[in-house]
């Protein structure tokens, strides 16, 4: 499968962006979907997934209850709503994504497909 990450921007504190993975190739529904984030010089952060079966979703810790993660399967698409953005989200965004299994959604080496990444700059 074919992933292709969009949707990135600069916004300030406490806007809003709609990041979109759109996939091509194989059959999206049996993929789990996983958002990652990097800034220089750390390592690739878990962001968000949402399993193959599309039965549930994962968050990290600190943007519980601001982003969201969701699916269209008809249209082949995940997307990560971000809400009250703050400084420390920006980061270059990335989609993955796993076939038919959700073991190990927060682990970034565990997925077998990346698509480049988006920047998001979010401004104090």
């Known amino acids: 499968v074919q992933l292709q990450a969009s949707g990135g921007g600069f916004v300030q504190a406490g806007g809003s962006l709609r990041l979109s993975c759109e996939a091509s190739g194989r059959t999206f529904s049996s993929y789990t979907v996983g958002w990652f984030r990097q800034t220089p010089g750390k390592e690739r952060e878990f962001v968000a997934a949402?399993?193959?079966?599309?039965?549930?979703?994962y968050y990290t810790d600190s943007v519980k209850g601001r982003f969201t993660i969701s699916r269209d399967n008809v249209k082949n698409i995940a997307y990560l709503q971000m809400n009250s953005l703050e400084p420390e989200d920006t980061a270059v965004y990335y989609c993955?994504?796993?076939?038919?299994?959700?073991?190990?959604?927060?682990?970034?080496?565990?997925?077998?497909?990346w698509g480049r990444g988006t920047q998001v700059t979010v401004s104090s």
């Open positions: 993955a994504a796993k076939f038919r299994s959700s073991v190990s959604y927060n682990d970034n080496r565990w997925y077998d497909y």
């Open positions: 949402v399993t193959w079966t599309g039965g549930s979703t």
